[in-house]
């Protein structure tokens, strides 16, 4: 079976950081592309970084440049979210999801988003 699973969330004060998790079950992120998004309460599901396994190329939104990093773990088919310097804006439920073919629109990070995770919850304090 074919899954994404993350973790890693949690409830932190603002400030604080957090290491997001999303690893590949049933395949291999070879040749994929891999997206961080993030869903808060009442608000359409944005995203946030993307990556290409492959050759490490990365995309970050504006909102979140400077504070969150995409990084992939190749060994452990695993690809990571770090978001520093936390806000309770930031509270969401963080998804990630993969398109194994790359279909790049040339823009960000609008690619063919196929496969989904169920997501890990990020809450933060003020």
Not at 19 to 42: E, N, V
Not at 69 to 86: G, K, P
Not at 114 to 123: C, E
Request: proline fraction near 2%; hydrophobic fraction near 30%.
């Amino acid at each position: 079976e074919v899954e994404l699973v993350e973790s890693g969330g949690g409830l932190v004060q603002a400030g604080g950081s957090l290491r997001l998790s999303c690893a590949a079950s049933g395949f291999t992120f070879d040749d994929h592309a891999i997206g961080w998004f993030r869903q808060a309460p009442g608000k359409e599901r944005e995203g946030v970084s993307c990556i290409t396994f492959s050759d490490g190329r990365t995309h970050d939104e504006e909102s979140v440049r400077g504070r969150f990093t995409i990084s992939t773990d190749n060994a452990l088919n695993t690809v990571y979210l770090q978001i520093d310097s936390l806000k309770p804006d930031d509270t969401a439920v963080y998804y990630c999801a993969a398109d194994p073919g790359m279909t790049w629109s040339g823009y960000g990070c609008e690619y063919e988003w196929s496969i989904w995770g169920q997501g890990t919850q990020v809450t933060v304090s003020s």
